[in-house]
């Protein structure tokens, strides 16, 4: 009988030092943004096959839709390498965010990588940023309002409407910009339901 007593005792302290203990809240959201595994920064990125088509060909259509994107702003070539058929480069776009209440524009930056070998071309669109409005150099990582906190995540664990807001129009920007280069590339229109 003592034994069961000390017993009781010991799983009643146990249990009390459990119950102050908090433990992380269980939400049903989950991030739609495509995340690169390595990176694990949001990415929009595929490898689309072009049969005959050259390195010097795919190479050409990447320069050139470098050159004529659309956009709020020209796109920057950040770097360009023709033996390793590689172009990087930054613009941005004004996305509208919905921010207590009221719908703002705000620009929305981001690093768009073409790189082509013989037949078949790698794009990637990542590094997405918000412009903290004193220039392109000054930006914020999406990744960090994907991240639980305060001022994008409710008591519940869902997003604010301010983030909700700035995931759609990052998920319509990154598929529509991925469906316009691999249209440039390809020469031909391409199913944007991937």
Request: aromatic share 8%.
């Amino acid at each position: 009988m003592r034994y069961f007593v000390i017993m009781l005792l010991v799983l009643g302290t146990l249990t009390a030092a459990q119950a102050q203990v908090k433990l992380p809240k269980l939400h049903g959201w989950v991030n739609p943004l495509p995340m690169d595994s390595l990176t694990r920064k949001v990415s929009f990125q595929g490898v689309v096959q072009v049969p005959g088509a050259s390195q010097a060909t795919l190479y050409a259509r990447a320069k050139k839709w470098f050159a004529t994107a659309s956009g709020p702003t020209k796109m920057t070539i950040e770097t360009q390498d023709e033996a390793s058929g590689k172009v990087t480069g930054k613009t941005s776009e004004l996305v509208m965010q919905n921010f207590l209440g009221a719908n703002v524009q705000v620009p929305l930056w981001r690093t768009v990588i073409v790189q082509v070998k013989p037949g078949r071309f790698r794009y990637q669109i990542t590094n997405f940023a918000f412009d903290s409005s004193t220039g392109q150099g000054a930006v914020t990582p999406i990744e960090n309002y994907l991240a639980p906190n305060a001022l994008t995540f409710d008591d519940a664990g869902y997003p604010k409407p301010v983030l909700q807001s700035t995931i759609e129009a990052i998920q319509r920007s990154g598929r529509q910009q991925a469906s316009v280069i691999r249209q440039a590339m390809t020469g031909k229109a391409v199913d944007d339901n991937w």
